[in-house]
């Protein structure tokens, strides 16, 4: 099994595990070894599991303002450790990777494998949810009907998706693509990059 495959094969575990709770503050369920690839992939995921009901519950038209605000907050701190994930998963292609010699005529991608890897991981929450909408008993037919068709054009990209990542590697591997770790520099997080931070001082 390619490691896309078994990449999306976690983050499916991920979100199904997340769904036994259903329950932001519930504990993980990551029974991979602290160390492993496969336990940062499944931690990755569900960090992206919980954001995305707490996306679900900042919406409630009848949310109490300041627990809105409380719930964004935690939406930040959660992109933040996304894009920690991110990274950490983009510093292990750079360790498996560092003895390849590149290509004179190598190029690089417009995204590192990692960010790639992040987008299927949001594509499996995707796939759940559209199909739990498609076999909703209080919803119309017309309704099921709708996500069904949307639910076959996700697949679709989950095809594309993982082999697209397959050949990243690929040509990673054989020297023929580079990849460079950019550090995300998300500025109106940072205490001296943000006016409305610095400008409090």
């Known amino acids: 099994m390619k490691f896309t495959e078994k990449s999306y094969k976690i983050f499916e575990e991920s979100v199904e595990d997340y769904h036994i709770d ?3 503050d519930a504990a993980t369920r990551n029974h991979y ?7 940062v992939l499944y931690a990755k995921n569900r960090i992206d599991a919980v954001q995305w009901h707490l996306e679900d519950i900042i ?4 949310i109490d303002p300041v627990a809105a605000l409380a719930l964004k907050r935690r939406i930040d701190r959660s992109n933040q450790e ?23 005529d ?9 960010w ?8 499996a929450l995707k796939i759940y949810h559209m199909k739990a909408e498609t076999e909703r008993t209080d919803a119309s037919d017309e309704h099921r009907a709708r996500c069904a068709a949307k639910l076959a054009v996700l697949e679709e990209q989950r095809a594309d998706l993982i082999s697209a990542i397959d050949a990243l590697l690929d040509d990673i591997a054989a020297g023929r693509k580079y990849m460079k770790v950019y550090r995300q520099m998300k500025m109106y997080n940072d205490a001296d990059t943000n006016p409305v931070l610095y400008g409090a001082k």
């Open 22 to 24: 259903d329950d932001v």
């Open 33 to 39: 070894a602290a160390s492993s690839i496969e336990n």
């Open 59 to 62: 919406r409630d038209p009848e």
């Open 82 to 104: 996304r894009t920690d994930m991110v990274e950490e998963l983009d510093s292990y292609f750079r360790e498996l990777y560092k003895d390849v010699k590149v290509l004179p």
């Open 106 to 114: 190598a190029t690089i991608n417009t995204e590192s494998p990692a």
């Open 116 to 123: 790639a890897l992040d987008r299927l991981s949001i594509l």
